[in-house]
């Protein structure tokens, strides 16, 4: 047998030693492809809503640069300033329409921070943080032996980290609603069971998580411009 340092399986370059950036590379191509194909009939027309250009951006571009994203361990800096150029790529040209000529080229120039107030959007990180809650709940619910060896292995330990620190942050925003939680890092079972025994009710928070995490986002950099 042929041992080989990536392969490519489902659309996905998969690596044993982490996520290789040749798949970052691959995802955010692909992506911004797909953005400039709807640029001009879709995120650019003044006759679509900015919800339903949002939606479509995210089914039609986004989905190219985050499927499979829950599977995923932290990406590293020059990671996921990659995959955050790619991500803004879209939502780029729906500000530009949004704001009309002559300030639509101006508002291309706005940095990451201003084109998410503007579509009041979370960050990248906390879309990557969601999509690894729902998979650790999906895992947990019904995934098949090997996944479960790879997840519990050394080959797993960069993913569970990710998930420990996704969990850090979701129980630090949530933390009215999980009153009795304990600290994820010493009993991260005690979440395990919580998506396990209630897996509607885990979807719910991760959902609001996101709608939280959102608007304290977009509070500091209201307060950083003030």
């Known amino acids: 047998m042929r041992l080989v340092r990536r392969y490519k399986h489902l659309g996905v370059i998969s690596s044993p030693l982490q996520l290789d950036t040749a798949e970052i590379i691959v995802k955010a191509r692909a992506c911004r492809s797909a953005a400039e194909a709807i640029r001009r009939p879709i995120l650019s027309c003044p006759a679509y809503p900015t919800a339903a250009k949002l939606q479509i951006a995210a089914a039609c571009a986004h989905v190219r640069a985050l499927w499979p994203a829950g599977s995923w361990p932290a990406l590293s800096e020059k990671q996921h300033a990659r995959m955050e150029s790619a ?35 979370p960050p990248l990180r906390i879309d990557l943080a969601a999509q690894r809650l729902r998979y650790a709940a999906r895992v947990s619910a ?50 395990e069971e919580l998506w396990t025994k209630y897996p509607v009710a885990w979807k719910s928070l991760v959902r609001l998580f996101v709608d939280r995490s959102r608007v304290l986002t977009l509070e500091r950099t209201e307060n950083a411009d003030d």
């Open 142 to 191: 019904g995934a098949p032996g090997y996944l479960w060896a790879l997840v519990q292995s050394t080959a797993g330990e960069a993913w569970r980290d990710a998930l420990l620190a996704d969990l850090c942050t979701f129980a630090a925003v949530m933390a009215d609603k999980l009153e009795d939680a304990p600290e994820p890092r010493l009993f991260p079972a005690y979440f």
């Open 87 to 121: 991500y803004l790529h879209p939502l780029r040209a729906i500000v530009a329409s949004a704001a009309g000529p002559p300030q639509g080229r101006r508002e291309i120039c706005l940095n990451a921070s201003e084109v998410l107030w503007v579509l009041r959007m």
